[in-house]
């Protein structure tokens, strides 16, 4: 999908957004961060690079004026049109294949070199439209078996099989997908690491685009947690967990400033490659009016928690805390707000029959999606976060800002946020987090210190107008200062200075 709106003046950049899974078809904390940064910025022309899980998702968010186009790069829905490669192309596409594949299996021997250049030659057999078609070729998945099967290759211990070569050449096609996408012209931003770095490396590689780098959570880490469970043996999570660690090197390595929502994911940058100069901090903000006190508390003790249903909040940790918490205090209640996206509906029955074994059925209410967050905030005397991964988690500083205290896992920038605010407690130890809940529920002056103490934090150190405010000079900072050459996408003309429609301007 490709949309085009409007007819901007000129502004002070360019910027292209690149996403995963978030804004604009999604909620979530990092599309209220770009929401909040996109209408903060009616100086500067967005473009959004969205990639989806079929491409038919609509928008979840109204985009403002500041947003002239949308695209959305499906990558599991369908197939995309294109052609097997043959003959003279047929063996330098392979080639470039096998290159991939070797720095891939092959870490530690100086061969992982090899990932930047096959990836940029595999882009050019993607603007040739040959890339999908040539990975679910036969010849393709022979390749990976015969390197599998090559001496010295590191591969895991579990011998690879011919199922294992076709389910690791379909994931790597489908990973591939987004370098077809339209380029980034002006700034490229990607707001996560990963795969929505891959249009934006790509259009540096070629056009010096300058890539700007957000991580809110640690890509690289969040696909080494969700592959305990994943469903693949291990020579294919191997494969594509190498494919992830050169990827996460690549951006690190190529982009013009990296801004991490914590000091957290500095040491993870740093690990994988970044230059520590090119590392900037930039918290997540709020406004502290439209999170004000929240009032009074309920008369009933009550923990409250927000946030999507997902395994990476560990709702089963909290779900195990509370059935220790309602030992001490029998009348304690949990409500959980937040909606169940496609896909964790197993993970939310799971949880709910968590509740009904530990005997809390009776006390735990799963209440959906609300219209307004601060309900949820004001619904508990202690709002809780049991996550295993974070960045800078937006429904804690909203938390904090609404004055309630907190008790959150050590996780991320969690620490960095809460700093003596609240009480932090080490991830997935129920006893932990039900004892420093117990101890806020029996303190009613240490909770009402600890909620004015978090407020204040919040308006000295994290509101939204300190975010604003970073973004707009970075952006101002990375804009080039000599046009390019303009380049036509989707009916709009792009220059790094002023965006012009042409005549065939519209909605496709």
Known sequence: MH???GDPPSRIAQVTLLTEGTYPHAPGGVSVWCDQLVRALPDVDFRVTALTATGLEQPVWELPPQVRALEAVPMWGGTPDGRKPRGRDRRAFLGAWERLLTALLAEGSGADELFGPA??????WADAGVLPAGLRSEAAVRTLVGLWRRPGTDVAAARPTQHDALTGTDLLEHALRPLAATAPTGVAHAVSGGLATLPGLLAHHREEVPLLLT???VYQRERYLGSRTGPHRWPVKSLILHFFRLLAREGYRHSALITPGNRYNRRWEEHGGADADRIRTVYNGVDPGAFPPAGP?????TLSWAGRIDPIKDLETLIRAFALV???IPAARLRIFGGTPRGGEEYRARCEALAATVGAADAVRFEGRVDDIRTAYAAGQV????????GFPFTLIEA???GRCTVSTDVGGVREAVGDTGLVVPPRDPAAMAAATVALLRDPARRASLG???????IDQFTLRQTIDAFRTIYTDLSPSEPRTAQQYGGVTWTSRVWRPTPTEGTA
């Open 3 to 5: 949309a085009v709106f």
């Open 215 to 217: 991580e809110h959570g």
């Open 400 to 402: 904090m800002s609404c």
């Open 452 to 458: 004015e103490a978090a407020r204040l934090r919040v």
């Open 119 to 124: 990836l940029y030659e595999l882009a050019g």
């Open 326 to 328: 309602r030992e001490e």
């Open 383 to 390: 709002v809780m976060l049991s996550s295993i991964s974070e």
């Open 297 to 301: 508390e309920p008369e009933v003790p």
